[in-house]
């Protein structure tokens, strides 16, 4: 399945845009997720931290995703 | 309703806060004003750049407030903060809690801020004069 992923921040910087593109297996995890973009994309595992939000909540690794969520990359938050 | 919580793009208007907040009922409120700071770790700051995810930050700033009101004894929440470019002395975010003893007030108002910073999906970049970086992205 093609899943398309929002980025903010140094993601952003990372992807070369606001949105990636990556092909997953159906019934993936956040895990295989999280594995496919840093493989694609290694400067995320030079990051502080970095989290994946699915309809706009906080994932654990081992949740399932599908074509229809919303996903983030959430990169280390600093708001205020 | 005792929640306000917003994300503009304009500048936030501290006396509209203040007069959201204030009720007959409340002995107290407490108001946490951010500001942008000129300096950082000896580097002179030109301005500061702030991005949301506007659907999910709202969501954890509910959740947030949410948690003040069942940990302290407060009346009304208010988180608002602010996106886009923002230059030295400009607000990035205000928060105001009242209620009807300061006690709680307080503590509420710092909860809310410290976890703010933690949990909530809002990046800020720092521009200085010779290059910029989004803060805490690295280690």
């Given amino acids: ?80 | 309703m005792n929640t306000q919580i917003e994300i503009h793009t304009e500048p936030l208007n501290i006396q509209s806060c203040i007069d959201w907040i204030m009720s007959p009922h409340s002995g107290g409120i407490d108001v946490f004003i951010g500001t942008v700071r000129d300096m950082t770790k000896g580097k002179t700051v030109v301005r500061l750049e702030f991005e949301a995810y506007n659907q999910m930050a709202i969501k954890e700033m509910e959740k947030i407030s949410q948690q003040a009101f069942d940990n302290w004894p407060v009346q009304k929440v208010l988180i608002h903060h602010r996106t886009g470019v923002l230059a030295v002395g400009e607000i990035p975010v205000i928060i105001a809690v009242s209620a009807a003893h300061r006690a709680a007030a307080f503590e509420a108002c710092r909860y809310i801020i410290d976890t703010l910073k933690e949990t909530v999906p809002i990046w800020k970049k720092e521009v200085f004069e010779d290059g910029e970086v989004w803060v805490a992205a690295h280690p």
Wanted: no cysteine; net charge negative; hydrophobic share 40%.
């Fill in chain 1, 1 to 80: 399945m093609n899943i398309k992923i929002l980025a903010f921040g140094i993601a952003k910087d990372i992807f070369g845009g606001s949105t990636t593109n990556i092909q997953l297996d159906e019934n993936a995890t956040t895990k295989q997720l999280k594995t496919h973009l840093e493989a694609a994309y290694p400067r995320l595992k030079q990051l502080a931290s970095y989290m994946v939000a699915v309809n706009n909540e906080y994932a654990d690794d081992a949740g399932a995703i599908t074509e229809r969520d919303e996903i983030a990359i959430i990169p280390p938050v600093s708001g205020g």
